[in-house]
């Protein structure tokens, strides 16, 4: 199974078992089975997103231009990455493409997990240290709390108090099923929590959340 196949495998698994989730989960198969599929027509992608998109895409004032250009960009990207050979990085920007992380992945290791980061543009992976704010560079442990939800026992919110700004971590020492770039997007509700709690999003993702 390509990495295409697994994502939209997950994302149907998820649709089914989170309606609240259900109608952002299936458009993103759409826009999943549009980018595995190259060469890539801008019609083609117009008519999906009206046809399937979420509301806030169809209003007059909706970022439908800018939403294409990620679609696209994102799709070129992972492609010139998964072909590349990417070099070993430290920073908290992609090694490949320069991008933030959209996501934090732990990765079982021995007893416990290894953090790496994914990018928001080419999902390139590259290991970073698990008590390091990839913003501002915080180390104190006090100062970097962790959020769950019973809702996602997979899936946390990694905080700075310095900074004020969060990502989420997939735990696949917890759930070896999940899948990063998906299991990012159905957990829009911990995105909701974090705001209204003071924290700002590193990076969004696709769908601008």
Not at 63 to 71: D, N, T
Not at 94 to 114: N, Q, T, Y
Not at 118 to 126: A, V
Not at 134 to 144: A, F, I, Q, R, T
């Amino acid at each position: 199974m390509n990495r295409w196949q697994r994502r939209i495998e997950r994302a149907q698994e998820l649709a089914r078992a989170s309606p609240a989730h259900r109608e952002l989960l299936n458009f993103y198969i759409g826009i999943a089975r549009f980018q595995s599929a190259p060469p890539y027509r801008l019609e083609t992608l117009m008519e999906l997103i009206g046809r399937t998109a979420p509301s806030p895409l169809l209003t007059p004032d909706g970022p439908v231009h800018a939403f294409c250009e990620r679609v696209l960009l994102q799709a070129q990207s992972e492609e010139r990455a998964h072909s590349a050979t990417i070099p070993a990085g430290v920073q908290p920007q992609c090694p490949f493409c320069g991008e933030k992380p959209v996501a934090a992945v732990l990765r079982p290791e021995g007893d416990g997990g290894k953090r790496f980061l994914l990018c928001s543009q080419c999902f390139t992976e590259w290991e970073f240290r698990r008590l390091l704010c990839p913003n501002c560079g915080e180390e104190d442990k006090d100062k970097l709390p962790v959020y769950t939800a019973e809702e996602f026992p997979h899936v946390r919110v990694e905080a700075c108090d310095t900074c004020h700004v969060y990502l989420k971590a997939i735990d696949l020492t917890k759930n070896g099923l999940a899948v990063p770039e998906v299991d990012e997007l159905a957990t829009a509700a911990l995105d909701l929590w974090a705001g209204e709690h003071g924290y700002t999003k590193l990076q969004a993702n696709l769908f601008g959340l």
